[in-house]
């Protein structure tokens, strides 16, 4: 099975810093990947998916990129409320897998 | 509104049995469109695990090799309902659980149903 593996596994960033996560797949899954933000205590949101589309309602500070085996997802300025973990996940094929997640903080 | 309400909270004891379920509404539940519908276990303090994904228009289903032979996924179209179930509780199940629907990504989630195994 493929396995995904994001980095790192945290970060903290002050508001208005640009903010980079990765997700690395171990084998190519073209653009076949979704980007979730969890908050604690919250039910997991879709950010992106097709590794670059904007799920509606997502603010445009998040972006994503990549194709088959890397893959990124960027805030562009971050802000107090993007405090969460975030996970990638493969949807090429079963098992649709995801990245361990990063644990994103505010300083 | 497009929504999957989750069924409540469970406590159950090691080699009972139980059955979760997700409901969907606003949206055509067992359309050809290719909405999948996916079960996801998390627990405290961890991640998503992806348990497995069945397209009701079909009930064709896909288990994650961890959990094949663990669970059951099925559904019941006529009542737009998913379910996930396990014939033998273990205290290791204890976690949550969430349904999400989607195809290129999940994109509507359930509330999440927590499921406690303790003798």
């Known amino acids: 099975d493929i396995q995904m593996t994001q980095s790192p596994s945290s970060l903290s960033a002050s508001v208005g810093d640009r903010v980079t996560i990765t997700c690395r797949a171990s084998q190519g899954i073209s653009n076949l990947l979704a980007w979730y933000q969890q908050k604690p205590g919250k039910v997991p949101k879709l950010l992106i998916h097709t590794a670059s589309t904007l799920h509606s309602g997502v603010p445009s500070r998040f972006s994503g990129s990549g194709s088959g085996t890397d893959f990124t997802l960027t805030i562009s300025s971050l802000q107090p409320e993007d405090a969460a973990t975030y996970y990638c996940q493969k949807y090429d094929n079963a098992p649709c897998t995801f990245g361990q997640g990063t644990k994103l903080e505010i300083k | 509104e497009v929504q999957l309400v989750q069924s409540g909270a469970e406590v159950k004891e090691p080699g009972e049995s139980l059955k979760i379920s997700c409901k969907g509404s606003g949206y055509s539940f067992a359309n050809f469109g290719g909405q999948w519908i996916g079960w996801m276990r998390q627990t405290p303090g961890k991640g998503l695990e992806w348990m497995g994904i069945i397209y009701p228009a079909r009930s064709d289903i896909r288990y994650s090799p961890s959990f094949q032979g663990q669970v059951t996924i099925s559904v019941d179209n006529s009542i737009s309902t998913a379910f996930l179930q396990w014939s033998s509780l273990r205290a290791s199940d204890t976690a949550m659980y969430y349904c999400?629907?989607?195809?290129?990504?999940?994109?509507?989630w359930g509330q999440g149903t927590t499921v406690t195994v303790s003798s």
């Open positions: 999400a629907k989607g195809y290129h990504g999940m994109d509507v």
